[in-house]
């Protein structure tokens, strides 16, 4: 489907008044969606697709996954919360697993970003090194 510049502009700024203090509302998204739809403004298909593709893309940027070898303690889980709050900013989803195929340490994804300290990472960074 190809969207207009007007369409993506227009999307953007519907994304941009859906968010409460930086942070998406989800009630908003679906109040603005609903008005879309029964609006049926010129391209509105395409701008509803840009403002979904917007919308996803916030929330895989404020989506956390930790994963450990171990299981994690609950004073340990507060830490990395408060770590990964401070530099990824306030209403980061964190969620927690259990990957005993790790070996040792922590993975962490945040959006698109990958920190692996895991000793499973670091075999395999050895291996593709030689």
Same mark, same amino acid.
């Given at each position: 489907?190809?969207?207009?510049?007007?369409?993506?502009?227009?999307?953007?700024?519907?994304?941009?008044?859906?968010?409460?203090?930086?942070?998406?509302?989800?009630?908003?998204?679906?109040?603005?969606? &609903?008005?879309?739809?029964?609006?049926?403004? !010129?391209?509105?298909? =395409?701008? %509803?697709?840009? *403002?979904?593709?917007?919308?996803? /893309?916030?929330?895989?940027?404020?989506?956390?996954?930790?994963?450990?070898?171990?299981?994690?303690?609950?004073?340990?889980?507060? &830490?990395?919360?408060?770590?990964?709050?401070? !530099?990824?900013?306030? =209403?980061? %989803?964190?969620? *927690?697993?259990?990957?005993?195929? /790790?070996?040792?340490?922590?993975?962490?994804?945040?959006?698109?970003?990958?920190?692996?300290?895991?000793?499973?990472?670091?075999?395999?960074?050895?291996?593709?090194?030689?």
């Amino acid at each position: 489907m190809k969207i207009t510049k007007q369409s993506r502009r227009d999307a953007k700024a519907l994304f941009l008044g859906s968010r409460t203090n930086g942070i998406l509302d989800e009630a908003k998204v679906r109040q603005v969606v &609903q008005k879309v739809i029964a609006a049926k403004p !010129r391209g509105y298909m =395409g701008m %509803l697709h840009h *403002f979904q593709r917007l919308v996803k /893309l916030d929330i895989d940027r404020r989506t956390a996954r930790v994963e450990s070898a171990t299981p994690i303690s609950s004073s340990e889980q507060s &830490q990395l919360t408060d770590l990964l709050s401070r !530099r990824y900013g306030q =209403g980061l %989803l964190i969620s *927690f697993a259990h990957n005993p195929a /790790l070996l040792g340490g922590l993975r962490i994804q945040v959006g698109s970003t990958v920190i692996d300290g895991t000793v499973q990472g670091r075999l395999r960074a050895l291996e593709e090194s030689f």
